[in-house]
């Protein structure tokens, strides 16, 4: 069982920055970010395999947001550049054994609680 502790949202001004951070209780091969905004379905936003240092990212947020580790801390950042009001939303840290269920069928085993961003306009 891993359990993930999510800390830095908070609300910013468009085209601020925030970082998020996830530390996890124990090592897993793959974790990422994923949000959900109201009304909208929840989305992978960034994922990273330890392994490899191998980083993903949704379209939406390629060239604004990067993701990355301190392997030592078991810990996953998750720096947002240029924020924009449709980044409002709910960010879920996850964790998963396999890449595959983490980023590509979006399933990952292991889920923290959540940190509120907010853009305003």
């Known amino acids: 069982q891993v359990q993930l502790v999510e800390s830095g949202g908070g609300s910013v001004q468009a085209g601020g920055s925030l970082r998020l951070s996830c530390a996890a209780s124990?090592?897993?091969?793959?974790m990422g970010w994923f949000r959900r905004a109201p009304g909208k379905e929840r989305e992978g936003v960034a994922a990273?395999?330890?392994?490899?240092?191998?980083?993903y990212y949704a379209d939406s947020v390629k060239g604004r947001f990067t993701i990355s580790q301190d392997k030592a801390k078991n810990t996953v950042y998750l720096q947002m550049n240029s924020l924009k009001p449709e980044d409002t939303a709910m960010y879920y840290c996850?964790?998963?054994?396999?890449?595959?269920?983490?980023?590509?069928?979006?399933?990952?085993?292991?889920w923290g609680q959540g940190t509120q961003v907010t853009v305003s306009s």
């Open positions: 990273i395999f330890a392994g490899t240092g191998a980083t």
């Open positions: 996850a964790a998963d054994p396999s890449l595959y269920s983490l980023w590509i069928r979006g399933a990952p085993g292991y």
């Open positions: 124990g090592y897993t091969h793959s």
